[in-house]
T-cell receptor
């Protein structure tokens, strides 16, 4: 399968715990994006990488959130000290430099209890 | 904040009918894209229309873009039960604005009744 893959698909965590999600983009794609989607809403942009450089960050990305793409391939999104308001679907997408069509993964559904 | 606003929020039609969804946005864009999302799943890219294009077709899909009105429409012809999903428009500002992020609307929930 050469699509975007995300792991885990589901995560239930207690408030205050840290969680980390992984995204493996399509291998030849330079651009990688993280979005968050809550019920009944469209996805909201969190951050964007061009290769290993994090070029855009939304103000939604508080200091409890950190994202990395160390070798310009896979990416991780970590949420520290989770809050109930962090419960959402976290979507990863990738695209190439010459075609901005974004390919999305199936998402990681986070539930904070 | 969400730039795009889809209309209607929900649409229910019979199989074989056409479905039209509209999207309005606020700022100048590089391109506008439509995505489909089945319940609880990831998004699937349907079609991209650039700011200098007015109409685009892909299979049963027809997209129009009116930059003067900052609006777009997605027409699905001869709908099928498998078209049941949420449809989102997303705008991209592009390299001129230094931003490749997509800004999504809240979506239109389409139900196609067999």
């Amino acid at each position: 399968d050469t699509g975007v893959s995300q792991d885990p698909r589901h995560k239930i965590t207690k408030r205050g715990q840290n969680v980390t999600f992984r995204c493996d983009p399509i291998s030849e794609h330079n651009r990688l994006y993280w979005y968050r989607q809550t019920l009944g809403q469209g996805p909201e942009f969190l951050t964007y990488f061009q290769n290993e450089a994090q070029l855009e960050k939304s103000r939604l990305l508080s200091d409890r959130f950190s994202a990395e793409r160390p070798k310009g391939s896979f990416s991780t999104l970590e949420i520290q000290r989770t809050e109930q308001g962090d419960s959402a679907m976290y979507l990863c997408a990738s695209s190439s430099n010459w075609n901005t069509e974004a390919f999305f993964g199936q998402g990681t559904r986070l539930t904070v209890v | 904040s969400q730039q795009g606003e889809e209309d209607p929020q929900a649409l229910s039609i019979q199989e074989g009918e056409n479905a039209t969804m509209n999207c309005s946005y606020k700022t100048s864009i590089n391109n506008l894209q439509w995505y489909r999302q089945n319940s609880g799943r990831g998004l699937v890219h349907l079609i991209l229309i650039r700011s200098n294009e007015r109409e685009k077709h892909s299979g049963r899909l027809r997209v129009t873009l009116d930059t003067s009105k900052k609006s777009s429409s997605l027409l699905i012809t001869a709908s099928r039960a498998a078209d049941t999903a949420s449809y989102f428009c997303a705008t991209e500002l592009g390299s001129g604005a230094g931003s490749y992020q997509l800004t999504f609307g809240k979506g239109t929930k389409l139900s196609v009744i067999p």
